[in-house]
Structures are given as structure tokens and as C-alpha cells.
């Protein structure tokens, strides 16, 4: 599968942004999705996922109650919107999918198969 995330931008603080990760091969509901994301001189860190069957789950301390993550198979894509940005949210955001991925390991980067290019969200404060 390819995936191709979309959406970031330069939003001031408090501001809201949805992303996109448009899926494209294999049938995407065969698929976990996920989203993660970088700042510059971190590691990457686990937002959100979606299990195949529609289950999600959420880093609580990264997203506190702000994020929402969803998935519309018929269009094969996987969404986060995002609200009440902080300057601290500011990072190069990925979406990444997998078939095989368990539970206990979706928050753990190397253990998704497939990367999209991540997109670029500044909050300014």
C-alpha cells in the first residue's frame, strides 16, 4: 500500500487542522492505521491508531481529549483532526498502516510496514 498524508500548515495557537492520509493498493480495510509524528531532535512518537476492524486508541498525554482519529474505508483514508493546537504539537506528522500489527504494538514505530511522506503542522503561539 502507498500512502500520501496531507493537511498541515501554519495554524496559531488554539487553532484546528484535520489531516489526511490517502491510501492507495491493497483494499485498505485489510489494514491497521496509525498516526505519529517528529520534531526536530526527538523520536517519533505514537497520536493515534485504528485497528482493522475499527477500534482506535489514542496516546492520552499527546492528544488530551483534542485529537480524533478516523477511517472511511470506501474512501480509503484516514483522517485526524485536530483542535486547541499548541506550539508544543508542532512536528512532521506520519501515517503509517500495516495488516499484521497487534494491539501492544502499535504505539512502537519499527512494528508498521508502510510509511506516508508526513506533512507539517506548525502551531504558533
Known amino acids: 500500500v502507498q500512502l500520501q498524508a496531507f493537511g498541515g500548515g501554519l495554524v496559531q495557537t488554539g487553532g484546528s487542522l484535520r489531516l489526511s492520509c490517502a491510501a492507495s493498493g491493497r483494499a485498505f480495510r485489510d489494514y491497521s492505521v496509525g498516526w505519529f509524528r517528529q520534531a526536530p531532535g526527538k523520536e517519533r512518537e505514537f497520536v493515534a491508531a485504528?485497528?482493522?476492524?475499527?477500534?482506535?486508541?489514542y496516546d492520552t498525554d499527546v492528544v488530551k481529549g483534542r485529537f480524533t482519529v478516523s477511517r472511511d474505508n470506501a474512501k480509503s483514508t484516514v483522517y485526524l483532526q485536530m483542535s486547541n493546537l499548541e506550539p508544543e504539537d508542532t512536528a512532521v506528522y506520519y501515517c503509517?498502516?500495516?495488516?499484521?500489527?497487534?494491539?501492544?504494538?502499535?504505539?512502537?514505530?519499527?512494528?508498521?510496514?508502510?510509511w506516508g511522506q508526513g506533512t507539517q503542522v506548525t502551531v504558533s503561539s
Open positions: 503509517a498502516a500495516s495488516t499484521g500489527i497487534i494491539t501492544s504494538s502499535l504505539r512502537i514505530p519499527n512494528r508498521w510496514d508502510h
Open positions: 485504528c485497528k482493522r476492524y475499527g477500534s482506535c486508541t
